[in-house]
């Protein structure tokens, strides 16, 4: 079973719009992170978040973790090309292992 | 800074040889390292957990015979695929966390990726 969800796992758009991707687990993190990866690449880190409830911003891209510290969500605002990439949650299980999601593949069509 | 660089970026070999990959924190100290695979289209799925200066810890599933890790320094650890057969083609990631890093947060940062392939 996976521990963390994430959804959609693909998702195609068109330049402009908004989107939001989704990380939910039934498990609770004590920090959970957001990477991207574009392909034959290693992921980079985007956010941490580490507080239940907190909302961090990265210019366009708006994090937020879950109150109860299970779930977080991406929200992009007017995507971009450049957005284009496969997003990956990650969250902290404590002993110093990341369990990731899925990934969501984001594609920006211009 | 916190950049975490990989060699080779990619390698071919025959089926049987053995291939060294490389991990290495280039601006800071990790006492612990850890290795991923990702197979094409999937999510990064931990193999092993590196340790400075003590064995590797090997998640469920991965043979650590076949999969032999050094963490030598607080900068380098290595993965070495042993006698390795097609099925092991893969891409192979590494990942850091500093030293010191304020609070108790494992924040992981990631080498650009090995890709494997075995003919």
């Known amino acids: 079973t996976q521990l963390l969800e994430q959804s959609p796992q693909f998702l195609s758009i068109q330049e402009g719009e908004n989107l939001t991707v989704y990380c939910n687990s039934s498990?609770?993190?004590?920090?959970l992170q957001w990477y991207r990866q574009e392909p034959g690449e290693g992921p980079v880190l985007l956010v941490t978040?580490?507080?239940?409830?907190e909302v961090k911003k990265l210019k366009r891209l708006t994090f937020q973790f879950g109150d109860a510290r299970k779930d977080s969500s991406l929200h992009i605002t007017a995507a971009q090309t450049g957005d284009t990439g496969l997003y990956l949650c990650?969250?902290?299980?404590?002993?110093?292992?990341?369990?990731f999601g899925q990934g969501t593949r984001l594609t920006i069509n211009p | 800074g916190a950049v975490v660089s990989q060699h080779p970026s990619w390698v071919i070999c025959k089926s049987g040889t053995s291939v060294k990959i490389e991990c290495r924190s280039l601006?800071?100290?990790?006492?612990?390292m850890f290795w991923y695979r990702q197979f094409p289209k999937q999510s990064l799925m931990l193999m092993a957990t590196?340790?400075?200066?003590?064995?590797?810890?090997?998640e469920q599933g991965v043979e650590k015979d076949k999969f032999l890790i050094n963490h030598a320094s607080l900068t380098l650890s290595t993965l070495t695929v042993t006698s390795a057969h097609p099925e092991d083609s893969s891409f192979y990631i590494c990942?850091?966390?500093?030293?010191?890093?304020?609070?108790?947060?494992?924040?992981?940062?990631f080498g650009p990726g090995t890709r494997l392939t075995v003919l």
């Open positions: 990942s850091a966390s500093p030293l010191g890093l304020a609070g108790d947060v494992n924040e992981q940062f």
């Open positions: 498990s609770v993190f004590s920090s």
């Open positions: 978040v580490v507080t239940g409830g």
């Open positions: 990650a969250g902290d299980k404590g002993a110093q292992k990341l369990v």
């Open positions: 601006d800071f100290q990790a006492t612990t």
């Open positions: 590196s340790n400075e200066g003590s064995k590797a810890t090997y």
